[in-house]
């Protein structure tokens, strides 16, 4: 019986990074809209975008990025993950007159980095059975270009990407097992 928790707590600590809570975030202005054709602002994010489907990036759109935005960010996470702020996806280098993103893509010399998982590359919500939890789409507006390594944590990609930030937007989808 022993071997069902070891395995069960295995699970939980492959669905997160953090410590238990979620990551604390930089106030910045919130004037970007951010939208999907796929979902709408605090419904369930359908299963073709989750591990449970295709696991593909949903589409996204967005206005309002600032003048004298230099580059776009997108950060999506899993404030809910058991172990605190679990992040699926990090791309920057999308350029600022870019304003949206098509399903399982990457802009044209906009570059991923590693999520939690460790990988460069969308991972979908894939959270452990129970309540749903939120999946937050975040779009940065970058007043300077953020310079972060190839193989930068999330947390440190999303802390250079926020140090850099002018404004951001969000979009929060649910999805729950």
């Known amino acids: 019986m022993w071997w069902l928790l070891v395995l069960g707590l295995a699970g939980l600590t492959a669905c997160s990074s953090g410590g238990g809570a979620p990551r604390a975030e930089r106030a910045l202005p919130e ?7 796929a979902f709408a602002a605090g419904v369930a994010i359908p299963r073709r975008f989750t591990c449970e489907g295709e696991n593909l990036s949903p589409p996204l759109g967005w206005s309002g990025v600032p003048t004298g935005t230099v580059e776009v960010a997108l950060v999506v996470d899993d ?5 605190g702020t679990y992040v699926h996806w990090v791309v920057v280098g999308i350029e600022p007159d870019h304003a949206e993103l ?6 044209p010399g906009a570059r991923q980095l590693p999520n939690s998982a460790g990988t460069a590359t969308y991972t979908g919500p894939c959270p452990p059975s129970g309540p749903p939890h939120h999946y937050r789409f975040t779009v940065y507006a970058l007043q300077r270009t953020a310079n972060i390594a190839s193989d930068a944590s999330p947390e440190a990609a999303i802390e250079a ?5 002018a404004a951001r937007g969000r979009l929060v989808g649910t999805f729950g097992r």
């Open 31 to 37: 004037r970007i809209a951010v939208s999907s054709p």
């Open 79 to 83: 404030p809910d993950a058991p172990r």
């Open 102 to 107: 098509a399903e399982g893509a990457v802009p």
């Open 161 to 165: 990407i926020e140090a850099a930030a």
